[in-house]
């Protein structure tokens, strides 16, 4: 039995049943790690030896115990590196002092950490390359990007090192990457998954989960893992009774579905094979029995959100940097990406009153947003990307690479800022061997139905025995 080859529900069941050791899954993904690692390269840092150690103490009662995991470059984990993908943090050796909240509950759930994964510098750009670690692959194919900023953790998990790896979502940042690896991505609902007291949230637009192949994964992680804060504030539906796993396999009933196959006039136009993708899903979709037709939120093709988007965003990233620097003093010429640099720039020249109208028309856009679904609709189906992955460094080969980089986000980022809950699905290969995926949409709260029609999705045309050739032996 080839452990890596379960997904991490298999791998805990064994565990619970006593026919294999949280010590030998361990084993297990170290082994994977060290054997394809090298023509991926998303691994940033291993912990084997106190991976190791883990996981002979692990409490056994928890649902996922012993099961491998890999926390993202961006999230601390106590003890471990903590460069933010950064070569200036990186120089100076910092380390985080305590775990992040997420990766606290996922050990609580009994997931051993055998090492981070790659992220570019401070999440803010959609491929996974840095000064400090260099370009990460995709598994399906090395001349492709992984994406980013979760590109690390789906390069992981496609290749077989991981059946689920911590990410985050501020923007896209969990559903692209999992759309370029043939995974299932989900970003919950704002305030779902808490990032605790003074976490860096990006103004509530980023907000931390998981990688995984199976929808039941995303589900039993989910479950496990979300719980809210005191500090947090905002609407949240409780999740249902029996938890999102006990949608796995729940018929939802008949839900009114509206597709979106092309992108708003300001962004980048959908190629033909990922049209053909929502086209074919939206046809599954009905199928099974749903209610689908052409309609789309309006709110989609405002040439605003994205410039309101990122006008919030580049504050951020000076929030960032002014706080590295109290700590490590200043960067040095050259040590940021010229993407932070830009953010930087563009951050430093926003006064009080424009971030406070940028706070004002998202809050307006998330009402316009929210009548769409209120009109009658369950779900949006649309792209997660216009195009099949990127060449690796993508973005500089444009005319205007930092552009392109935000352009491309035209159907994720819009969900960043309502806070509502997207899934990331499988949708094909191309005889090239490029996935493509498709998104799901729900209302605040109703990431049931996420669970349940991904779950049905799923049933009808399984994805997760599709491999890329690294996968094998």
Request: glycine letters at 10%.
């Amino acid at each position: 039995m080839n452990l890596v080859d379960l997904d991490a529900t298999a791998q805990a069941e064994l565990v619970r049943k006593g026919e294999v050791t949280p010590r030998e899954l361990v084993d297990a993904a170290i082994e994977r790690i060290e054997k394809v690692d090298g023509e991926i390269n998303c691994i940033t840092h291993r912990r084997y030896d106190e991976a190791r150690a883990e996981a002979e103490r692990v409490d056994r009662s928890a649902p996922f115990a012993g099961v491998p995991c890999l926390t993202k470059s961006l999230n601390e984990s106590a003890g471990d590196p903590a460069n933010l993908g950064s070569v200036w943090p990186a120089r100076h050796g910092r380390r985080a002092v305590k775990d992040s909240l997420i990766v606290q509950r996922l050990r609580n759930a009994g997931f051993v950490m055998v090492g981070q994964a790659s992220s570019p510098e401070f999440g803010v750009l959609s491929v996974s390359e840095t000064k400090v670690h260099g370009i990460t692959r995709n598994p399906w194919r090395p001349d492709l990007t992984s994406g980013g900023s979760s590109g690390g953790a789906s390069a992981a998990v496609a290749a077989g090192m991981v059946p689920v790896a911590q990410g985050g979502d501020g923007g896209g940042s969990i559903r692209m990457p999992a759309a370029f690896c043939h995974l299932v991505g989900l970003k919950p609902t704002a305030g779902r998954i808490s990032g605790g007291p003074g976490a860096p949230t990006r103004w509530g637009h980023s907000v931390p989960a998981v990688v995984t192949r199976t929808v039941r994964d995303t589900a039993r992680v989910l479950d496990a893992v979300a719980i809210s804060s005191p500090a947090d504030v905002g609407l949240r539906r409780p999740l249902p009774d029996g938890g999102l796993i006990g949608q796995v396999g729940r018929d939802p009933g008949r839900l009114r579905i509206g597709v979106m196959d092309q992108a708003p006039g300001h962004a980048p136009q959908v190629v033909g094979p990922v049209r053909a993708a929502v086209r074919q899903t939206a046809q599954l979709l009905a199928s099974i029995g749903h209610d689908v037709v052409d309609d789309h939120p309006e709110a989609m093709d405002d040439s605003k959100c994205m410039p309101m988007f990122f006008d919030a965003l580049s504050v951020t990233v000076v929030q960032t940097i002014e706080m590295l620097t109290r700590e490590i003093g200043p960067p040095e010429p050259g040590d940021l990406d010229p993407v932070t640099e830009y953010w930087e720039h563009r951050g430093r020249r926003i006064t009080g009153v424009e971030l406070a109208d940028a706070f004002a028309w998202q809050g307006a856009f998330r009402a316009r947003m929210s009548t769409w679904w209120e009109s009658g609709f369950d779900l949006l189906l649309s792209p997660v990307f216009a195009t099949p992955p990127k060449p690796v460094s993508w973005p500089w080969r444009e005319p205007d690479g930092i552009q392109t980089s935000i352009d491309v986000l035209s159907f994720t980022a819009p969900f960043n800022t309502t806070g509502q809950p997207a899934i990331a699905l499988p949708a094909t290969l191309t005889d090239d061997r490029e996935p493509i995926g498709i998104q799901l949409v729900a209302a605040l709260g109703r990431e049931d139905l996420l669970v349940a029609v991904a779950a049905q999705l799923e049933e009808a045309r399984p994805w997760a025995a599709d491999r890329p050739a690294v996968f094998a032996g």
